[in-house]
């Protein structure tokens, strides 16, 4: 199975989570050049000092924390947690 075969559901997630268009995209292209051993783009946000299930895109990566939950929390389904609180 390839990993073109979780697009959907990546993308899905992203959605639900609030995670911005151009991050997702970054994500599912991180996850073929995992697939095929190449360097990943893109970067964990943390939390606590340890990685969320969250990556951001080389340009998200610039933002400040605060720009970035902001326009995650704007965009989450409200029956999640805020984001990072209970980060995934
Ligand atoms: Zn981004």
């Not at 989570?17 to 292209?29: E, H």
């Not at 000092?49 to 989450?76: F, H, L, Q, W």
């Given at each position: 199975?390839?990993?073109?075969?979780?697009?959907?559901?990546?993308?899905?997630r992203?959605?639900?989570?609030?995670?911005?268009?151009?991050?997702?995209?970054?994500?599912?292209?991180?996850?073929l050049?995992?697939e095929?051993?190449?360097?990943?783009?893109?970067?964990?946000?943390?939390?606590?000092?340890?990685?969320?299930?969250?990556?951001?895109?080389?340009?998200?990566?610039?933002?400040?924390?605060?720009?970035?939950?902001?326009?995650?929390?704007?965009?989450?389904?409200?029956?999640?947690?805020?984001?990072?609180?209970?980060?995934?």
């Open positions: 199975m390839g990993v073109q075969e979780y697009y959907p559901t990546w993308w899905y992203g959605m639900v989570y609030g995670y911005p268009d151009c991050c997702v995209v970054n994500f599912c292209l991180r996850g050049a995992l095929k051993g190449e360097p990943q783009p893109g970067k964990f946000f943390e939390f606590r000092g340890k990685p969320t299930g969250y990556v951001m895109c080389p340009e998200c990566a610039k933002k400040t924390r605060k720009e970035i939950i902001d326009t995650i929390n704007s965009r989450r389904d409200p029956r999640l947690p805020r984001f990072p609180s209970h980060a995934i």
